[in-house]
């Protein structure tokens, strides 16, 4: 089969850029010609960020500019109609694909006749909504979003989630069934890190508002005995919020910009992991960090609760809690030793294997015509 894979922002080098990786290479392995639209990016930064050098010589690129706002303000909207115009282009001047698989945001769906599969990470996130008290004339604005965004739904052939946490959302936003497809984690990175643990606590992920790398700061705080870390990187526009966290940090939190891959020592040689998040669709870097051997003490919300049980972590809804949690964990080196193990043979059920092969019985499925 010809398959278009849809993900025009490979720039962001986050989770959902693996589920994109890892998308192409089931593809490719099953045999297909794979094509990837998406915006313009480093193709040599974006291969060893991930670690995939010379994947995208395998690969037909169907790219164009970057996204450029004519403005600063209804960015949300430029940026729709101009992915869609650029998508629109592409599936018309290749109208032959056989299977369209759009890894990023239901926004970017391309209207075509072609058998599509998405794969759904929060449907409907909109960032002002999400922001306690901020509705009112924001509701207005992003309501055309939302009916874009369900006209896009009721022409996919198929739902793949990324969590049980985002199925039942789709379900109640969208009223379609889903399956759930947890995305590739790169546990492998891991097996071989055997280092001896220090009495420092880790977070990972985006140095962005969304993250609430605050409340680490503030846990950090608490803790003076102990050493923090935040591994991370920096989109451009986000650059103010990493300022400010530097600006503010206790003097045991350090802060490494860094690929995680290229710093996995340091959560080798951490006790425990914070995920601050709130309702997080899923959490890649927590199965980084079980893997790595790290206790996970997740926010008691989203789709963390599905990775982390009792059996292997914590969860917890307050400041207080947490930082009471992560004492208690340095505290106990014996119950540490029980979590971590656990952890490490729990992060195995989410590797990049189970995603391919997941993903290959969906590809399958059109392929056989069923």
């Not at 497809?181 to 891991?190: D, G, R, V």
Request: hydrophobic content about 40%.
């Amino acid at each position: 089969m010809r398959i278009l894979i849809v993900h025009p922002r490979l720039s962001v080098m986050g989770g959902g850029e693996r589920v994109a990786i890892h998308s192409i290479k089931e593809a490719l392995r099953e045999g297909h010609e794979v094509y990837l639209a998406a915006e313009k990016f480093d193709i040599e930064a974006f291969e060893d960020f991930f670690g995939v050098k010379g994947l995208f010589k395998q690969v037909r690129m169907l790219t164009y500019p970057p996204f450029q706002p004519f403005v600063r303000r209804a960015v949300l909207y430029q940026r729709l109609v101009y992915n869609q115009m650029r998508l629109r282009n592409i599936v018309s001047t290749h109208p032959w694909f056989d299977l369209i698989l759009n890894t990023a945001e239901v926004a970017n769906h391309p209207s075509t006749r072609s058998p599509s599969v998405q794969y759904c990470y929060f449907p409907e996130y909109f960032g002002h909504l999400e922001s306690a008290g901020v509705h009112g004339l924001w509701e207005l604005y992003y309501e055309p979003a939302r009916i874009f965004y369900r006209s896009r739904v009721n022409r996919i052939n198929r739902l793949l989630a990324v969590s049980n946490f985002t199925r039942d959302l789709v379900k109640m936003k969208w009223g379609r069934e889903s399956t759930t497809l947890y995305p590739p984690c790169p546990i492998e990175l891991y097996n071989d890190l055997h280092l001896p643990k220090e009495n420092l606590v880790v977070t990972v992920g985006r140095l962005a508002p969304e993250k609430r790398m605050g409340l680490f700061l503030e846990i950090a705080r608490r803790l003076p005995t102990l050493k923090f870390a935040i591994i991370g990187s920096i989109a451009p526009e986000k650059r103010w919020y990493f300022e400010g966290l530097n600006a503010t940090a206790p003097d045991n939190l350090s802060i490494l910009v860094s690929p995680l891959r290229k710093v996995k020592e340091v959560l080798g040689r951490a006790k425990a992991y914070v995920h601050c998040a709130q309702n997080e669709h899923f959490g890649i870097t927590i199965v980084e960090a079980m893997a790595a051997g790290c206790v996970p003490l997740v926010h008691d919300s989203g789709g963390p609760r599905e990775i982390v049980s009792d059996a292997v972590g914590f969860k917890w809804n307050s400041i207080d809690e947490a930082v009471a949690k992560v004492s208690s964990l340095v505290e106990d080196d014996g119950l540490r030793r029980k979590l971590s193990n656990a952890a490490i043979s729990r992060a195995q059920q989410f590797g990049p294997e189970e995603f391919e092969s997941g993903m290959g019985k969906v590809v399958r499925s059109f392929s056989q015509g069923e």
